[in-house]
């Protein structure tokens, strides 16, 4: 009896709190709850889809960050920058192919997407599985921090890289010579392939539902979906997937199983970062824009993602990923954009305080 | 013996000339003195030698070395770079007077510490700290003597060394990796700002605020240190991490604070709404529609500190200032010494080795760790004071999370755990991003613009883009980068280690023999006989 009072106290101050402070940082709740009741139905589903839309990228960055951490129990913190280089290698490509500013066909379009997509893929898990190779794979046996410290390092090469490389402007004309802090427009290839095709830009335009619903959002969210999918079957159907389970089960049995663990961590890294790349390509073409520092801000969305779905634990990831978008769209809808940042790592530190194991992930001791 | 001693007069004299030909002849004067003491401290420590004349001769090959390569460098700065880069060479009485100077401090001093090395250990002790003192205290005179404008870089270099020296309790003693410590440096700075500065007309004065400033800070290390305890060391990196990204967006966006209390003003007029009374309540209101922090536009000005004599610190004096943050450094190292070998510190230790062991012993993690947070947060606050009143305007973009990780990344150079490898990892980093950055721009640039652009005019493409990568100030978070990866890889336990923590990180190694900093600078002092 005392216990449950003891606790009805502790929530109605911890409520009183947030109803208290909670304006400071956008959420005011008799406003919040006034401007939904007031909006039409639609908005809330509206929020909904492009929650999905961002969510579908964020879940597979987040996919990166979960295997790795599966594997060698790393934060992989230059994940979020290689998916950074993932969106310039995009852009580069489709600059060459000669999509940008000439209004191309779109025979020429979807050609230069799927080489965009296929570069940006390659490119990305060779240059995580390098990042292994040269920053993580000697650590392996020192202390749990070392390796953290020099991912954190690694985060700033390639974040310095993509600087460099947005102010290449004999590279890629349309970046612009003011240097390469600035963000970039990406362009919006999905946009002008809807219009070449006849359609509206919005296709359920004439459905009368009142939702907005684009190629942007449909490609996202079919390519995610797609690409989840694979990764699933791929980890729970393959030799190779069977490997790599068994290494984030434990790695000295493993090894003594016959596993070659140094391949097992490579191609883990290959896949994080292919997918890292995948993201890249989807999220310049849906958000349109290229900014040397967006790789941190995604990256921390999506390890949160992680966190969230239960780290090294594939479909956590994914629904971690949608939450997180979710969550974003909605803050950004109803609470203000400049806060969202905020709210997202105050989820983190929530669940990490009262459901360190996430939502799917097996409950596990703490491991010093 | 001859062939290391020449060895190491090269290196010493390269590493000078790489600053000399930067900054010109008269930096010779500064730069000889330095490459000196770092000579006799160094190689010089190895010259066993009782009787002080013989130690200093041994010195003597390689200082003349050292100074040799210096004047060398100096001179082909003069009379080759210098043209190249489009600069009036100075004039060649300057520049014999400067060198000579240059040389003979750099042989006197490499002499002189030298000598001190054969003097009983106390004595030794003794007299490096006079003659380190010495240094430093004339150190702001002779550079505005030389008119070298270094002392307002080196008081930025000393405020990193305080936030490094707060951060090394947190990372090194208690070895908990904190990643937003700058939120701490922040929350340090616009305590001095809101308290200080004319636009909230408050008025304090600077010597108050910077203890309230100190405690604040410390204050919420407690507040954001208390929910990442149960965590394990990497998810509180990231929450850490997290905080420090909230910190300055919280302090961009109070420009428009309202704090009303909810119960008064919104839920007991919807109770009566919603039976039908017409009763009012009075809305207890703390605070409506404040502005704060000002946003983007930051606090400016900001109070300064006041003292009879001197009068009130101005911009463009920076000696006042430089002895101001001296006293702060001074007071914090003999404060974080205390703490290193106080129960506590052997607490933080203890848990930084084996937590569960250590609370087997009776140490009370949680206790230990939160007061970490809060020691470590406290000296950023005493950053943060300093930093607002002397730059006199605080915006919340300057506390980003690169200011965190520029802070591990002077520690881990310069060695996790031990405070004068902190001091050093401090300046070399900040000498290197405030000193030599620039001054390397500035030779590139004056080096393109006169020789290679003119030489790749038939190339438009190649001339643009040349002249457009051409800055090194571009490439600063990638040597921050390399600096940590490279630590990591080959030096984990920093340029100067603590003898606990080197033996953690090598634990293997320990029967394999002197490693290969040993065989250069002799056998590490355990830290404790230093103090």
């Known amino acids: 009896m005392r216990a449950i009072l003891q606790r009805l106290v502790i929530a109605a101050l911890a409520i009183y709190i947030v109803l208290l402070l909670g304006p400071i940082a956008g959420f005011d709740v008799p406003v919040i709850a006034a401007r939904i009741a007031a909006d039409p139905p639609q908005q809330l589903l509206q929020f909904f889809i492009i929650g999905i839309a961002n969510g579908s990228i964020i879940a597979i960055i987040a996919l990166g960050y979960t295997m790795v951490y599966g594997i060698i129990e790393l934060i992989n913190f230059a994940h979020g920058d290689v998916y950074m280089i993932g969106v310039f290698t995009a852009l580069t490509v489709l600059s060459v192919a000669g999509t940008i500013g000439t209004n191309p066909s779109p025979g020429r379009i979807i050609v230069a997407l799927v080489v965009a997509l296929v570069i940006a893929v390659v490119f990305c898990a060779t240059l995580n599985a390098t990042i292994e190779r040269l920053a993580y794979r000697r650590l392996r046996n020192a202390p749990r921090l070392a390796p953290l410290i020099s991912a954190i390092g690694m985060s700033f090469i390639l974040e310095n890289i993509g600087l460099i490389w947005a102010g290449q402007a004999w590279l890629i004309p349309s970046l612009g010579t003011t240097g390469g802090a600035s963000q970039k427009a990406f362009p919006d290839l999905l946009t002008s392939l809807t219009a070449q095709f006849g359609l509206d830009v919005n296709l359920l335009a004439g459905t009368g539902i009142g939702l907005r619903f684009t190629a942007k959002d449909l490609l996202v969210i079919v390519l995610a979906a797609v690409l989840m999918i694979s990764l699933r079957l791929f980890v729970q159907n393959t030799r190779m997937g069977k490997a790599m389970r068994a290494t984030a089960q434990n790695r000295d049995a493993a090894k003594m199983m016959g596993i070659d663990i140094d391949r097992v961590i490579t191609t883990t890294f290959l896949i994080g970062g292919g997918l890292a790349g995948a993201a890249g390509l989807m999220a310049g073409l849906y958000n349109n824009t290229a900014w040397w520092f967006m790789g941190f801000r995604a990256g921390l969305q999506a390890f949160t993602a992680a966190v969230l779905g239960g780290i090294g634990n594939i479909t956590g990831a994914m629904l971690g990923g949608i939450l997180i978008g979710l969550l974003a769209s909605f803050s950004d809808g109803y609470l203000n954009a400049r806060w969202t940042n905020a709210w997202v790592f105050t989820t983190l530190v929530l669940i990490l305080l009262f459901r360190p194991s996430g939502l799917l992930g097996e409950q596990v001791g703490q491991k010093a | ?531």
């Not at chain 2, 002895?323 to 003999?334: G, K």
């Not at chain 2, 002249?467 to 630590?487: C, E, H, K, W």
């Open chain 2, 1 to 531: 013996m001859n062939n290391t001693s020449l060895r190491s007069g090269v290196i010493f004299g390269i590493l000078g000339g790489l600053v000399v030909f930067l900054f010109g002849a008269w930096s010779v004067m500064v730069i000889g003195v330095i490459i000196g003491l770092a000579l006799g401290l160094t190689f010089g420590a190895r010259v066993k030698e009782k009787d002080m004349l013989k130690a200093a001769q041994h010195e003597l090959v390689p200082a003349s070395v050292a100074a040799a390569v210096l004047v060398a460098i100096s001179l082909l700065q003069n009379f080759v770079l210098a043209p190249a880069t489009g600069k009036v060479p100075s004039d060649i009485g300057i520049v014999i007077a400067a060198n000579i100077v240059g040389a003979l401090g750099l042989i006197f001093f490499a002499g002189l510490t030298t000598a001190l090395h054969a003097l009983p250990p106390r004595q030794e002790q003794i007299g490096k700290l006079a003659l380190l003192a010495f240094l430093i205290v004339t150190f702001p005179f002779i550079d505005s003597f030389a008119g070298l404008r270094w002392t307002p870089q080196l008081i930025f270099a000393l405020i990193f060394v305080i936030l490094g020296l707060g951060l090394n309790i947190v990372v090194g003693y208690a070895g908990l990796l904190d990643l937003g410590y700058a939120a701490f440096f922040a929350i340090g700075a616009y305590t001095t700002g809101i308290l200080s500065s004319p636009q909230h007309d408050i008025h304090w004065n600077f010597w108050l605020v910077i203890w309230i400033a100190a405690a604040v800070a410390g204050i919420w290390g407690l507040i954001l240190g208390a929910p990442t305890l149960p965590l394990r060391g990497d998810y509180l990196a990231i929450v850490t991490l997290g905080f420090g990204e909230i910190v300055p967006v919280v302090f961009k966006n109070l420009t428009k604070v309202t704090i009303q209390d909810p119960i008064t003003c919104w839920i007991l007029p919807g109770l009566f709404r919603l039976f039908g009374s017409s009763t009012t309540t009075q809305c207890l209101t703390l605070m409506r529609d404040e502005d704060l922090t000002a946003g983007e536009r930051g606090i400016n000005p900001i109070g300064r500190p006041w003292l009879p004599f001197i009068g009130e610190f101005q911009s463009d004096n920076p000696i006042p200032w430089y002895f101001l943050i001296l006293a702060i450094i001074l007071l914090s190292i003999f404060l974080i010494r205390r703490l290193h070998n106080s129960r506590l510190g052997r607490a933080w230790m203890a848990i930084r080795e084996d937590e569960l062991a250590a609370a087997q012993m009776g140490i009370n993690p949680v206790r230990a760790k939160l007061l970490a947070f809060a020691m470590g947060a406290t000296f950023s606050g005493f950053a943060g004071a300093f930093y607002g009143a002397y730059i006199r305007g605080i915006f919340p973009s300057v506390f980003d999370f690169s200011v965190s990780i520029i802070v591990l990344c002077t520690i881990i150079l310069g060695g996790l755990g031990n405070i004068n490898g902190v001091i050093v990892g401090g300046l070399v980093i900040m000498g290197a991003d405030r000193l030599f950055l620039p001054a390397l721009k500035d030779f590139l640039k004056g080096l393109m613009d006169h020789t290679v652009l003119p030489a790749l005019a038939s190339n438009h493409t190649l001339q643009l883009a040349v002249s457009q990568n051409a800055d090194p100030i571009l490439y600063r978070f990638l040597l921050f980068g390399l600096t940590l990866v490279i630590m990591m890889a080959v030096r984990p336990e920093g340029l100067i280690p603590s003898a606990q923590r080197r033996a953690e990180l090598h634990a293997a190694e320990e029967l394999a023999g002197p490693t290969i900093e040993e065989e250069i600078t002799g056998p590490t002092v355990p830290e404790g006989k230093q103090a």
